[in-house]
């Protein structure tokens, strides 16, 4: 089946300082999305990506679908405290009754005040 | 207000016995899941639905069953045959199962089987 390989695993960074994280399949999709989940909680969707090559930002995200289509990043610029959480990316190839979501094993996001 | 609401928040219960949660959407969405998380592991499908009475099977079935007999509701029964139940369990929604496929949580369930 498909697979999704997130990176890093883990950061700690300092309140300010801006993210990235990635994701990378070993197949195409055609939709990208990325979740962030607060620890006990369902995750809260930030951004969908629906085209290679699209860029979407929703505030001090930012999200990038690749042109391979086997990939997509998520920046955060200026992290602030309340930035703290589980960080998953999920990709769909639509396509007959092949549309369910994979994800990846999450980025656990840690910011020092 | 719309949303996802799963019940109860925590749950209990004994090795052996067979428990049901619940997850009801007020979205109109056609489409519902359940997603098993395991601590370090990412969310995986154990079943999903693209329409009333008809539900398939994702990734990690065994041990569980589904039933979508309303729109609103889909309900999720871990049996006794689950080897590891105990878990965070998440249910979503999407207003379709193929084109429009943002998929939105509910606040999810833990499950303690001691």
């Known amino acids: 089946g498909q697979q999704l390989n997130q990176s890093p695993q883990s950061m700690f960074i300092q309140e300010g300082e801006d993210v990235s994280m990635n994701c990378t399949s070993s197949?195409?999709?055609?939709?990208w999305l990325w979740y962030k989940q607060d620890p006990g909680e369902g995750p809260v969707l930030l951004i969908a990506?629906?085209?290679?090559?699209e860029l979407t930002s929703n505030g001090r995200l930012t999200a990038q679908f690749g042109i391979t289509r086997k990939d997509s990043f998520l920046n955060i610029s200026a992290s602030i405290p309340s930035d703290v959480g589980i960080y998953f990316c999920?990709?769909?190839?639509?396509?007959?009754?092949?549309?369910?979501?994979?994800f990846g094993k999450g980025t656990l996001l840690t910011v020092n005040p | 207000d719309g949303g996802i609401t799963q019940s109860p928040k925590y749950l209990f219960r004994k090795e052996g016995q067979n428990v049901t949660l619940s997850c009801e959407q007020n979205?109109?969405?056609?489409?519902m899941y359940w997603y098993r998380q395991d601590p370090g592991q990412g969310l995986r499908l154990i079943y999903y639905?693209?329409?009333?009475?008809?539900?398939q099977k994702g990734d990690i079935a065994e041990g569980y069953s589904v039933s979508r007999e309303k729109k609103e509701s889909f309900p999720l029964t871990v049996t006794s045959a689950q080897k590891n139940p105990t878990a965070f369990y998440l249910c979503?929604?999407?207003?379709?199962?193929?084109?429009?496929?943002?998929?939105?949580f509910g606040q999810g369930t833990r499950l303690t089987v001691v």
């Open positions: 197949s195409i999709f055609n939709t």
């Open positions: 639905s693209q329409i009333v009475n008809d539900f």
């Open positions: 999920a990709g769909q190839l639509r396509g007959g009754s092949n549309y369910k979501l994979t």
């Open positions: 990506l629906y085209k290679a090559g």
């Open positions: 979205l109109n969405h056609d489409a």
């Open positions: 979503a929604s999407s207003k379709d199962g193929t084109f429009n496929t943002e998929a939105f």
